[in-house]
């Protein structure tokens, strides 16, 4: 079956530079999130979107934004890279209305020195 | 402050024997709980998810557990099997109608299964 799909699976960025993440939810999947996992810590909720549309807001810095696009897509726009954004960024998806069953995907390491 | 707590890193269970995971929460708002299976290096695997107003849910070999007045859930695992080795996250969300909520995580529990 399909899973969820992230790009890149491994980045490499220096302080202050900008980063760019991309998942591709399920197929049928409309329903997007993003969670960030520090080393030894569990997965942090950033941000989620439905129908394009912001839907939920957890911890996500002001330096990165996201969107979703008309294909379903979504991108996390990360700038001012910090050494403390290195991290596991998962991307989850689901169907609407239905967050009580998310997929991730196999996750962006993101390291930034 | 964590409010999904899962308080024992590691669990040691023998092959064929039942697992059993701990969760326990402190919001009284949450609505739904998952269980997730992570492998090193790839990303959690939804098991099964049990919504507030239910005290059970069953899924082949997982069964999940939850006693709202304890504010506590369990994940047992019957019978335990060698590819059951993982870490095991407990999750739960607040319904905030929108549809796409975020997850609140626990730090996790390391089961090993031994032959």
Same mark, same amino acid.
């Given at each position: 079956a399909a899973g969820v799909i992230q790009s890149p699976r491994h980045l490499i960025k220096e302080k202050r530079e900008t980063a760019t993440l991309k998942c591709y939810p399920i197929p049928r999947h409309d329903t997007v999130y993003w969670y960030q996992q520090g080393p030894g810590q569990d997965p942090q909720f950033l941000i989620s979107f439905y129908e394009k549309m912001q839907s939920d807001k957890g @911890?996500?810095? /002001?330096?990165f934004s996201a969107q979703q696009f008309s294909d379903y897509h979504s991108e996390l726009n990360m700038s @001012? !890279?910090? !050494?403390? /954004? @290195?991290a596991l960024y998962f991307c989850a998806s689901s169907l609407s209305g239905r967050a009580y069953e998310q997929y991730f995907g196999p996750g962006t390491r993101l390291t930034v020195t | 402050d964590q409010q999904v707590k899962q308080n024992s890193p590691s669990l040691s269970v023998q092959e064929g024997r039942i697992s059993i995971l701990n969760c326990d929460y402190t919001?009284?708002?949450?609505?739904y709980f998952l269980w997730y299976k992570k492998y090193p290096a790839e990303g959690p695997t939804f098991l099964i998810s049990i919504s507030s107003i239910k005290d059970k849910n069953e899924d082949g070999r997982f069964t999940v557990f939850l006693n709202k007045s304890a504010k506590h859930l369990s994940l047992h695992i019957? #019978?335990?099997? #060698?590819?059951?080795s993982a870490v095991y996250f407990c999750a739960a969300s607040v319904?905030? =109608? =929108?549809?796409a909520d975020g997850l609140t995580f626990g730090k996790g529990t390391h089961l090993i299964i031994q032959p």
């Open positions: @911890s996500i810095p /002001d330096r @001012s !890279l910090e !050494l403390g /954004d @290195s | 919001n009284s708002m949450f609505d019957v #019978p335990s099997q #060698p590819g059951d319904y905030s =109608g =929108g549809g």
